[in-house]
């Protein structure tokens, strides 16, 4: 195939084939005919973290994944929880919410700010769980604004 939507579709196949290594192969040639699509690189890095628990190379993907998209969000968000939960680095995994926190508004992503959240409360810190909190609805109130506005249009 020469689309990465077949690529991405063959890798799904395998991953649930249980063929981890014929679907990285796909997940790696979808990325090279379309470096920019999120969809590829979130796959293949969840699939290389939470099937094949390679913490490593999972994160040398959504290193990967955020230098060719770095306005995604989603994918800051895993590599915060994969650092968070995983390598229990959290100071690491706040400069990576962080980022993705940062990326241009109308990317913005309400789920992010409600995993870092949740990880802030369990870690004691009360008070910033709760502006994340608030900063969640907030995003999603101005997301949604702007889509009614579009929409009118």
């Not at 919410?97 to 949740?118: D, I, T």
């Not at 994340?132 to 929409?151: D, I, N, Q």
Request: glycine share 4%; net charge positive.
């Amino acid at each position: 195939p020469r689309d990465y939507k077949s690529w991405l579709a063959l890798a799904v196949l395998e991953r649930r084939r249980g063929d981890f290594a014929a679907a990285a192969r796909c997940f790696k040639r979808g990325t090279a005919c379309a470096p920019c699509n999120p969809h590829l690189w979130y796959a293949w890095a969840a699939m290389t973290w939470k099937d094949c628990n390679d913490y490593r190379a999972a994160r040398r993907l959504y290193e990967q994944a955020t230098t060719y998209c770095p306005r995604n969000a989603p994918l800051w968000m895993e590599w915060a929880m994969l650092e968070w939960d995983e390598a229990r680095n959290i100071e690491r995994a706040r400069q990576l919410f962080a980022a993705g926190a940062g990326v241009p508004h109308s990317y913005q992503h309400p789920p992010l700010y409600q995993a870092w959240a949740q990880r802030e409360a369990a870690a004691g810190n009360a008070g910033v769980a709760e502006q994340l909190t608030a900063r969640s609805f907030e995003v999603a109130k101005t997301l949604k604004r702007a889509k009614g506005s579009v929409a009118q249009r």
